[in-house]
């Protein structure tokens, strides 16, 4: 068997965090992303496969605000049903530009098919997240603000972990203060919980279009979170957004990939990141990542979950399991710079 690699693609293959996030912005964002990946392409060996996965952070926080703001005159969609919103346009982004720079490549590359699929993945109801959602979406408010959510709407402010307040958890009813006191006039924002993704639902249907040559691009967003509903397996979308590195792995495993890349803004994950003394990671084994890991070298939400999820891929079999950023991504996959994670 050839190499199948996942690929996994920041926030910033998408929207630049300065940037407002207009069509123009995100499709030239896209398009630079979409020439890293027609380059890997046209390296492929026979057998070797490429599917892709990405996150929707931004695009997904724009869509909530629009679902609210006209909610006047047309019902605002449920969350999950947003996630899929999110899944479809930026999927759509990557499948036209990706499918026309495939074309301006040539060759074998032109004949090259690229499909985007909008994808469930399965969480557990009793994950722990459902009892403390850590998750931040949408835009920042006020103490105030705040205050009048809870008032007209329901929401409630920084709830103990527990059962108090499921209702609220589950329903994505949930305000946190996200920074420190005094640092912000907005430190607070809406929670929501970030369970731990089991399984893709699509998973044997993306591997046998995998198999088949198809560049894939699937699991958008962490995919949209389902629960089995009853005892016949019937699914039900949740209240929660999966991180997207996390069930990125999911997808790796479903399409038996060898490597998984995890394409960020930074070239490699660092030891005491941030401060004077900080240095990049470079190859390390299993044991020793998960030695660094536990020390919190890498911060919850952001190097943490890549870091989590490439222990995971290599402990499932993987072969190799690398961070970079976007431009470092063909001499990363040489094995020239890049974070490697290996057995
Ligand atoms: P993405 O959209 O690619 O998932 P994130 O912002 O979630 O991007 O994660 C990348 C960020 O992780 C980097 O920009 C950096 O600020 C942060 N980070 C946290 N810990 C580390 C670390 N130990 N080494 C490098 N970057 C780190
Ligand atoms: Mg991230």
Known sequence: MGRRLLIALGGNAIKRRTEEGTTAQQLSNVAITCEQIVKLIERQGEGDRIAITHGNGPQVGNLLVQQEAGSGIVPAQA????????????GYMFQQTLQNYL??????????????????????????????????????????????????????IDPPAG????????????IKRVLPEGSSPKPYRRVVPS?????????????????????????????????KENDNGELKGVFAVIDKDKAGERMAEAIDATDFLVLTDVEHAMLNYGKPDQEPVGEVGLEEAERLLAEGHFLRGSMGPKVEACIRFVKWGGRRATITSLDNAVDAIDGKTGTHIVP
């Open 79 to 90: 969350f999950d049903v947003v996630g899929s919103m999110s899944q479809g346009q930026i």
């Open 103 to 156: 074309k301006k490549a040539g060759g074998d590359a032109a004949d090259v098919p690229v499909v985007a699929v909008v994808n469930q993945v399965l969480v557990s109801p009793d994950d722990p997240e459902f009892l403390d959602p850590t998750k931040p979406i949408g835009n920042f408010f006020s103490r105030e603000e705040a205050e009048e959510l809870a008032r007209t709407q329901g929401y409630v």
């Open 163 to 174: 059962e108090e307040y499921r209702e609220e958890k589950r329903t994505g009813f949930v």
């Open 195 to 227: 369970p731990d993704p089991i399984a893709n639902v699509e998973g044997g249907t993306i591997r046998s279009l995998v198999d088949q040559g198809v560049v894939v691009i699937a699991s958008g967003g962490g995919g949209i979170p389902v629960m």
